[in-house]
């Protein structure tokens, strides 16, 4: 395990690869949704929470090389190889071939691709909010592929296979992992 399981520390270097805002936003949101599934794995929070967080740490400055700069950069900052496998492996048959291998390593790789669905159907709200976003309104959306097409539902599907959640309670957990982070990510409760 890393010296570097420090959530500040873990934020700063996202922050020092990534400017904007909807990349931090959705680190935030993985992170976010990475601790709840910790809560409900009975496992340790901050380690789930700070892999979430740094996932996409090289995708805004080298997106043709993501998944395998972050390597470098993780080690240079004190990341252990389990750690970096972790990171890494949310690419796994899209940027690279490390696959996912552990429980928590499955549940990023789902929920990687669904946060950018949870998100997107939450900007279609008039309250712009996951506070009540429902789960038939993402699973209604999850069928029609014209909306928020560069979701990749494959990988959603895919990753709730491996990891033995339904799409459904998948869906339903991501989406209580945003609430607990929805004013972070500016996807609270928002006064119009």
């Given at each position: 395990?890393?010296?570097?399981?420090?959530?500040?520390?873990?934020?700063?270097?996202?922050?020092?690869?990534?400017?904007?805002?909807?990349?931090?936003?959705?680190?935030?949101?993985?992170?976010?949704?990475?601790?709840?599934?910790?809560?409900?794995?009975?496992?340790?929070?901050?380690?789930?929470?700070?892999?979430?967080?740094?996932?996409?740490?090289?995708?805004?400055?080298?997106?043709?090389?993501?998944?395998?700069?972050?390597?470098?950069?993780?080690?240079?900052?004190?990341?252990?190889?389990?750690?970096?496998?972790?990171?890494?492996?949310?690419?796994?048959?899209?940027c690279t071939d490390v696959e996912p291998v552990q429980q928590m390593e499955k549940i990023l790789y789902a929920i990687?691709?669904?946060?950018?669905?949870?998100?997107?159907?939450?900007?279609?709200?008039?309250?712009?909010?996951?506070?009540?976003?429902?789960?038939?309104?993402?699973?209604?959306?999850?069928?029609?592929?014209?909306?928020?097409?560069?979701?990749?539902?494959?990988?959603?599907?895919?990753?709730?296979?491996?990891?033995?959640?339904?799409?459904?309670?998948?869906?339903?957990?991501?989406?209580?992992?945003?609430?607990?982070?929805?004013?972070?990510?500016?996807?609270?409760?928002?006064?119009?």
């Amino acid at each position: 395990m890393s010296s570097q399981l420090n959530r500040e520390a873990a934020l700063q270097l996202l922050k020092e690869y990534n400017e904007s805002e909807s990349l931090l936003n959705h680190g935030l949101a993985v992170s976010g949704v990475m601790a709840h599934f910790s809560e409900l794995e009975g496992e340790k929070k901050e380690y789930w929470e700070i892999v979430g967080l740094l996932h996409d740490l090289d995708y805004e400055k080298y997106p043709d090389e993501h998944c395998v700069k972050v390597v470098e950069i993780l080690k240079n900052n004190g990341y252990d190889d389990d750690f970096i496998h972790s990171v890494v492996s949310h690419g796994f048959g899209i940027c690279t071939d490390v696959e996912p291998v552990q429980q928590m390593e499955k549940i990023l790789y789902a929920i990687d691709e669904l946060t950018g669905l949870i998100t997107a159907c939450a900007y279609m709200r008039p309250s712009k909010s996951v506070n009540d976003l429902e789960v038939k309104s993402v699973k209604k959306k999850f069928k029609s592929t014209n909306f928020a097409a560069g979701v990749n539902r494959d990988v959603i599907r895919k990753g709730a296979e491996m990891s033995g959640y339904s799409v459904e309670d998948l869906t339903r957990e991501t989406i209580l992992g945003m609430r607990a982070v929805a004013d972070e990510i500016g996807l609270g409760d928002n006064e119009a």
